[in-house]
């Protein structure tokens, strides 16, 4: 089996977030509260936790993972509201150890309720069924936009937008197969 290494061409137009270094940043507690958010959504599948996973989403949620599936080879269409987005993700990280890695979280205050969320996440892909034999993983690292908003005193992620940067190993381990 070999071991494909793939390196991203240069990132697309950003979505509409500041510029790393200008902009109200997030307090130190607020930076933790809506980091929260994402590590939920990290923890969630990385735990096989259903609830602490939809716990990370607002119900009208949007993610995007389309630019990562394609390098992949598989077309997806972005996933919309909380139960599509649980009903895409989480049937196929049940068949998988995984582990995400958040990391370079860079959050902005955009309003009193809302905040946008830059980080580097690395998401380790394993078939359970593989038993530790890394020949068949895959190992993504991501850019991760993220519009979050506070509801009912807890942060929750209302877009994520997902951009690979590279990756390596085998994509039948996320897809079950790449189209010839």
Not at 48 to 62: C, I, K
Not at 145 to 150: K, L, M, N, S
Request: hydrophobic share 45%; charged share 20%; aromatic share 8%.
């Amino acid at each position: 089996m070999n071991t494909i290494l793939q390196h991203a061409a240069p990132l697309p137009e950003r979505p509409h977030f500041p510029p790393a270094s200008t902009g109200p940043l997030a307090s130190p507690d607020e930076h933790a509260a809506v980091l929260d958010a994402l590590l939920r959504f990290a923890a969630g599948q990385d735990l096989g936790d259903a609830a602490l996973f939809r716990s990370a989403f607002t119900p009208d949620a949007t993610l995007d993972f389309t630019q990562p599936a394609a390098r992949l080879g598989v077309e997806l269409p972005a996933f919309d509201t909380l139960d599509g987005i649980a009903g895409a993700i989480l049937p196929i990280v049940a068949k998988l150890d995984t582990t995400h890695t958040v990391s370079n979280a860079r959050i902005h205050r955009t309003g009193h309720e809302q905040a946008q969320l830059f980080a580097l996440v690395e998401a380790m892909h394993l078939p359970k069924a593989a038993a530790g034999d890394a020949r068949s993983s895959l190992l993504l690292k991501n850019f991760y936009w993220c519009d979050a908003v506070r509801q009912q005193e807890v942060w929750k992620l209302r877009r994520v937008h997902i951009h690979n940067v590279w990756w390596q190993g085998q994509p039948d381990v996320l897809f079950g197969g790449r189209p010839d």
